[in-house]
């Protein structure tokens, strides 16, 4: 699939109704200062599209920014779509307004990492650069 070469590519994504983008904008940047290839994908953007988004850029990862409270349904769903097109190489992680009770059952659906809140922007770089590899 992907190159094993170059920077990480990760595609950073707001689904659903959310019209707050300034953490995913904060994240984008953060990982961008890092070195990572980012696709930042804007507002309003539906599952399919990200997944879409995703596999035309050769991602190696994507990122949700959801404070909704439409999480579940949204990580689920991405999650879906990533394994009926033959992508689950893509790793999924996420962050915004998501109940601690909320993380277990999301990590158990395949997301591969949640960031709540207090999250520095310094430790998810670090998490991406530790745990997602180029697609080869």
Do not use: C
Not at 10 to 15: F, L
Not at 18 to 38: S, T
Not at 53 to 74: K, N, V
């Amino acid at each position: 699939m992907g190159a094993t070469t170059g920077p990480i590519r990760v595609v950073v994504a707001k689904p659903g109704l959310d019209g707050h983008d300034r953490g995913a904008k904060v994240i984008a940047r953060a990982l961008r200062d890092a070195g990572m290839e980012v696709i930042y994908t804007g507002l309003h953007q539906t599952p399919e599209q990200i997944v879409d988004t995703a596999i035309q850029e050769d991602a190696d990862a994507i990122g949700l920014s959801i404070l909704s409270g439409a999480h579940m349904t949204l990580f689920a769903k991405v999650i879906e779509l990533l394994r009926e097109r033959d992508a689950e190489d893509i790793k999924v992680f996420g962050g915004g307004i998501i109940p601690e009770e909320d993380i277990p059952p999301l990590k158990s659906l395949g997301v591969a990492e949640i960031f709540t809140p207090g999250a520095t922007t310094g430790a998810i770089v670090e998490w991406v650069n530790g745990n997602v590899a180029h697609a080869v």
